[in-house]
């Protein structure tokens, strides 16, 4: 795992070599342990590493034989070493033991289609110095990051958005045309983003450049199978499904065990990252070291559960307890970190209890993905009641919301988001704090483009509703938020996440499902659970989902109210640029005398001035000397400047 960052430019010679080792610095918590660079006429690759497999080789930028192919690469290919066996049979000479130079000599002898032969996370980079072409190239579903912008005669590229912004010739500046979708998903929908001309890859895309044009293409999609082929699995018994699943992802577990270093898992309690450990257990030797976070005077916390796990299996289990004055500590530093507005309160635990775990391990494996593959958040068993819902009059909706206390806010989303009859407004509206009404009160005669999900929709022409609807979510909400927060949290504590129930294979068996396979009435991730049921106790595969339940509602009424005033609408926030000041105090009073429970729009809106003051501005990235290997045409040299 690690951090790239590059420059192209085909019309000026040494393409900005001594940029470069700014671009790295601003992501050395990505790759703490090695750095390096290499450039030629047109390009400058950078690296900084984090070391998981062959540590002491594969050292980046990496090249081939002849040193016409370079690459710069962060994620993990588990298929490397039958992809090496096949490659050294065909006559290619590899110099190293890991999966990096595997890259180099399957571009050699597949082109850009390279990508179709890696079972993975990835994100690289990989320059053709024959026919001076970049290719740029992303995972399948979105593990990895990968940021690209155009600017003048360059194309810069990074795994971080700060590092593209780390060049003096790219000024951060807010893409207005994006805050509607900010408002509706609490991130940005690829490819666009918060800064301005600064673009996101794609999950499942390359881009290629040469000097003659740009070209960018989608190699993967999620499959979507029409009920004829569906019915396919409705044959099986449902011991014979079970049988499958459990195969597959004891095969998708023991694939991200491949490592040259400690590892360990995320335990919360909850059924997916407790399958993960008990498979994990029976794949090593070794007792599993588990993780698991609680909350000092919390409601709830998720930390019994987790117990009972790790007492099971006799996992080496660690616990870190938070206290509430942490939430505010971090806000900033990990607003940083993520180049974004924290998503969700979650990112703050889940960097902490990552930074906690490095001390002892270099990569954990969780349980992301599960819910959106097989149905596990209530509001996809809910979904089917949709068309009840919009046959009544909105006058009736409205008043059975006014109706409701403000602990209920969970209803209120319920009742707002299925009376929307479009499909796309209807599961936009799922995600969103804020109501169509509210974010035209909020922004004035912005003009609003197209929702983003509506892309998504077609999916519902060719599969079940409850398919098209987990097809859209694993094109947004899993990506944009879920797997971009596991990313950068894990990643700034320099820690590795690999995630198995996101593997392509996986992904593809999830969707040639049946319904029935993922929801049973209201039995939600059924098959799941009962695969589950085989090494987990019940209690533990049917107890109530928790969550990290942070209770934000009470804190905006007490300890932080005064910082969402000043933050939100005070005289120096950057919110009253773009928004109406008059609808942000209105939120902010209705959450403090009780009348609404407004925790959630507020936390959206917080994270984002939050983000304006602290990733958007350049002055943020601190000048510091550092020492990078350079390697240029093959000569190693040491050099140390000031990054500024």
């Known amino acids: 795992m690690c951090g790239i960052a590059g420059i192209v430019n085909f019309e000026q010679p040494d393409a900005g070599r001594e940029f470069m080792p700014a671009m790295l610095e601003v992501m050395r918590h990505r790759g703490p342990d090695g750095s390096g660079m290499y450039s030629d006429d047109n390009v400058v690759f950078g690296h900084v590493r984090l070391s998981i497999i062959d540590l002491a080789g594969s050292k980046q930028p990496l090249c081939n034989e002849d040193k016409s192919i370079w690459v710069t690469f962060n994620g993990e290919i588990y298929n490397y070493k039958h992809l090496r066996e096949n490659l050294l049979a065909k006559g290619h000479l590899f110099r190293t033991k890991g999966d990096t130079e595997t890259l180099v000599h399957l571009y050699e002898e597949y082109g850009a289609d390279m990508v179709d032969h890696l079972q993975g996370m990835f994100a690289f980079a990989i320059w053709d110095t024959r026919c001076k072409k970049l290719l740029l190239a992303r995972d399948r579903i979105g593990i990895k990051p990968l940021y690209y912008c155009k600017k003048e005669k360059s194309l810069l590229f990074a795994s971080e958005p700060k590092a593209i912004i780390a060049h003096p010739n790219v000024e951060p500046r807010l893409n207005r045309q994006v805050l509607w979708h900010y408002l509706t998903y609490r991130t940005i929908p690829a490819p666009q983003t918060l800064f301005e001309g600064i673009q996101k890859l794609k999950p499942g895309h390359v881009l290629t450049i040469t000097p003659q044009a740009t070209n960018i293409r989608q190699y993967w999609d999620i499959p979507l199978h029409s009920e004829k082929l569906i019915n396919n699995f409705n044959h099986k018994s449902d011991g014979a499904l079970i049988d499958q699943a459990e195969r597959l992802l004891f095969k998708c577990v023991e694939r991200r065990l491949i490592s040259d270093v400690p590892l360990g898992a995320f335990l919360s309690g909850g059924v997916d990252s407790s399958l993960i450990v008990a498979m994990m257990s029976k794949l090593t030797d070794s007792p599993v070291r588990t993780y698991s976070v609680g909350f000092d005077n919390f409601s709830s916390s998720e930390t019994p ?20 004055s942490c939430f505010a500590e971090h806000l900033e530093e990990l607003t940083w970190m993520r180049d974004s507005p924290l998503s969700e309160p979650a990112d703050i635990p889940l960097h902490l209890l990552s930074k906690m775990a490095s001390k002892d391990v270099k990569l954990l494996l969780s349980g992301e993905g599960c819910d959106e593959l097989f149905a596990g958040y209530p509001k996809y068993a809910f979904d089917r009641f949709a068309p009840l819902v919009g046959f009544l009059p909105q006058q009736a909706v409205s008043f059975a919301i006014d109706k409701l206390s403000p602990g209920m806010r969970r209803v209120e989303i319920a009742l707002r988001s299925l009376s929307e009859t479009a499909p796309a407004d209807r599961w ?33 022409q060719v599969c079940s509703s409850l398919d098209a609807m987990l097809y859209a979510d694993c094109k947004l909400w899993l990506p944009e938020n879920l797997l971009d927060r596991g990313d950068r949290m894990t990643m700034a ?10 593997d392509h294979e996986f992904i593809e068996y999830a969707f040639a499902l049946p319904v029935n396979a993922k929801i ?101 990235i601190s000048p510091r000397s550092n020492s990078i290997e350079v390697l240029n045409g093959g000569i190693n040299e040491r050099t140390s400047k000031s990054l500024r």
């Open 520 to 620: 049973r009435k209201f039995d939600r991730k059924w098959l799941i659970k009962q695969v589950a049921l085989r090494h987990l106790p019940r209690d533990i595969v049917y107890r109530k989902k928790v969550g990290f339940a942070i209770p934000l509602a009470q804190w905006f009424c007490g300890q932080l109210k005064n910082m969402c005033y000043d933050r939100i609408c005070g005289k120096k926030s950057f919110l009253t640029d773009f928004f109406s000041a008059s609808q942000l105090r209105t939120i902010l009073d209705e959450h403090s005398s009780l009348r609404k429970d407004n925790s959630h729009k507020i936390w959206t809106l917080l994270g984002l001035s939050i983000w304006a003051d602290v990733a958007c501005k350049k002055s943020k």
């Open 493 to 502: 504590a320099s820690v590795e996440g690999r995630v198995p129930f996101l």
């Open 305 to 324: 559960y987790a117990d009972i796990v790790a007492k099971k299996f006799a996992t080496d289990h660690h616990e870190l307890i938070l206290a509430e």
């Open 428 to 460: 936009a509206q799922w995600f969103s704090p804020f109501t169509p009404y509210e974010k035209q009160a909020l922004l004035g005669g912005i003009e609003v483009s197209e929702n983003p999900t509506a892309e998504y929709v077609r999916a519902k």
